[in-house]
């Protein structure tokens, strides 16, 4: 069974840094494209980030580009998402997701997680 399992959330600060995590299990995803995307009450999903299954190329959104990363670690089937200098208009559900291959800031993903809460105070 696949299964793509987001932690990390939670309740920060205006100006402070959460670190998320996405631990994939039931297939080998060292050739999938992982991404992360967000939704926030009353919002589209919309995409954050992405890594490449090979050479390690990422992809921003401009509204979290310079204070997001996103890395991954094949050999231990974990997705990052470190987020710094967090602003209220992050709060959102944050979920992973993975496709063959190929980045895309579509929702034209195949697997997903079930998401994790970041809430930002002012």
């Known amino acids: 069974q696949v299964q793509l399992v987001e932690s990390g959330g939670g309740l920060v600060q205006a100006g402070g840094s959460l670190k998320l995590s996405c631990v994939t299990s039931g297939r080998d995803f060292s050739k999938h494209a992982m991404g992360w995307f967000r939704q926030a009450p009353g919002k589209e999903r919309e995409f954050v980030a992405a890594i490449s299954w090979v050479g390690g190329n990422t992809y921003y959104a401009a509204s979290v580009k310079g204070r997001f990363t996103v890395s991954r670690d094949n050999a231990k089937n974990i997705l990052f998402l470190q987020m710094s200098n967090l602003k209220p208009e992050d709060t959102a559900v944050y979920y992973c997701?993975?496709?063959?291959?190929?980045?895309?800031?579509?929702?034209?993903?195949?697997?997903w997680g079930q998401g994790t809460q970041v809430t930002v105070s002012t």
């Open positions: 997701a993975a496709r063959p291959y190929v980045v895309t800031m579509l929702e034209d993903w195949d697997y």
